[in-house]
């Protein structure tokens, strides 16, 4: 506001690379000039400037005004260029909005904010899913640990009964060196049980002949007298030598029988013995065969069961963590755009908040223009310039 013995300087205010100037000189004879530029999907410039002529103040309060009416056209010319420009930028605006949904149409993407709580979900389940294949990895391990350590356990066993079934062999074959053994004792027992049959028989013989010879010398008719003591009787001393041999025949014949009777039985319980332990021993190696077979099957069977699993695993192992690196790299993807969509806007904002200050500085501009040329007080005279008010404003 311009007062009569005073001066008023404005500063420069700067938009989107524009400047503008305003300044009014003593007496009301300075310039006012104003700038505006900016820019939207392209070079957009405009400009915004006036002057009042040279105009002054009296002494005596008289003001004096030169080519006001062109100045007030010439800033009407220069708003209806801006307010042109204003709705060509409008215009762009609207065609570029429109491409911009055109081309969020085609990817596949609108304006508003997506909701991505739904891959959230899908993220947790995958996780999810990861945390109990792991889980069910590590049980596998533990499964896998527990059957080693069992099969070193079964394998324990076989070696130790396989150490005992090869004592129990070494037993067996020694066993069968005493039954050969034992075996060859019974056939010489045999044979001098058949050399005392056949002696016992020659010596029977051989008594019955001697027997008879002197049963045949008593039978004669022989008489001999012998003029001597009466000797000894021979046939009682005969008999009582049969009777001798016969008891030590007996005696004897009866030691090699009992003898004999307990070689064979205890060869026989020795066999018998021996036998049973065959049999068992055969048993034993039969069913730890049986069980060492089985154990081998049941190793196979987990061992086929391990791989399958572990292949099965890998694969879905394999799956998880190409989904989980599609769903990064669609999330990584998404931020980008994001970003990239937030700095569309914040520029987009940023143009429209500099047309907005442009906008507003140009009606404060042509407000305080209005203000400051139209209210002249003359305080000395009480003269007030309302009709010069009235056809400004009719011009703008």
């Keep these: 506001k311009k007062h009569p013995c005073g001066d008023t300087h404005c500063s420069s205010i700067g938009f989107s690379g524009g400047s503008s100037h305003c300044g009014f000189g003593g007496g009301y004879g300075g310039a006012v000039g104003g700038g505006f530029g900016g820019g939207y ?51 762009e605006n609207a065609a570029l909005e429109c491409k911009i949904r055109e081309w969020y149409a085609q990817h596949g993407h609108s304006g508003v904010p ?76 045999e044979a001098q049980l058949e050399c005392l049959k056949e002696e016992l028989c020659c010596l029977k013989k051989n008594h019955e002949e001697e027997i008879n010879c002197l049963r045949n010398q008593s039978t004669g008719d022989v008489s001999v007298e012998v003029n001597s003591s009466p000797g000894p009787d021979l046939k009682k001393i005969l008999e009582e030598m049969r009777c ?15 003898w004999y009777e307990t070689k064979i039985e205890e060869v026989n319980r020795e066999v018998i013995t021996s036998s049973q332990e065959v049999e068992s021993c055969n048993s034993q190696v039969s069913e730890l065969r049986r069980q060492l077979q089985c154990l081998e099957i049941d190793l196979q069977a987990h061992l086929t069961s391990l791989a399958e699993t572990e292949s099965r695993y890998n694969s879905h192992l394999c799956q998880l963590q190409q989904q989980i690196t599609c769903l990064e790299q669609q999330l990584a993807d ?5 970003e990239s969509q937030n700095h569309e806007y914040k520029i987009l904002l940023d143009v429209k908040c500099r047309l907005e200050q442009e906008i507003h500085t140009y009606r404060c501009l042509l407000e305080g223009g209005q203000r400051d040329i139209v209210y002249v007080d003359y305080r000395q005279q009480g003269i007030k310039q309302t009709p010069m008010l009235q056809s400004v404003q009719c011009e703008i």
């Design 244 to 258: 001798q041999y016969e008891a030590m025949i007996a005696q004897n014949r009866k030691e090699v029988e009992d």
């Design 334 to 338: 998404l931020r980008a755009e994001i």
């Design 114 to 189: 997506k909701d991505y709580s739904h891959f959230y979900k899908i993220i947790e389940d995958l996780q999810n899913q990861i945390v109990c294949a792991t889980l069910d990895n590590n049980k596998i391990i533990l499964n896998i640990d527990n059957s080693r350590m069992a099969a070193d356990d079964f394998r324990l066993k076989f070696e130790t009964e396989l150490a005992l079934r090869q004592s129990v062999e070494a037993d067996i074959n020694g066993l069968r060196q005493v039954l050969d053994e034992l075996t060859l004792c019974r056939s010489d027992l």
């Design 41 to 91: 999907g392209g070079a957009v410039g405009g400009g915004f400037g006036g002057g009042f002529g040279p105009g002054g103040i009296c002494g005596d309060g008289a003001f004096v005004t030169c080519d006001e009416k062109l100045t007030m056209q010439n800033l009407n010319d220069r708003l209806a260029s801006y307010l042109e420009k204003v709705r060509c930028l409008e215009e």
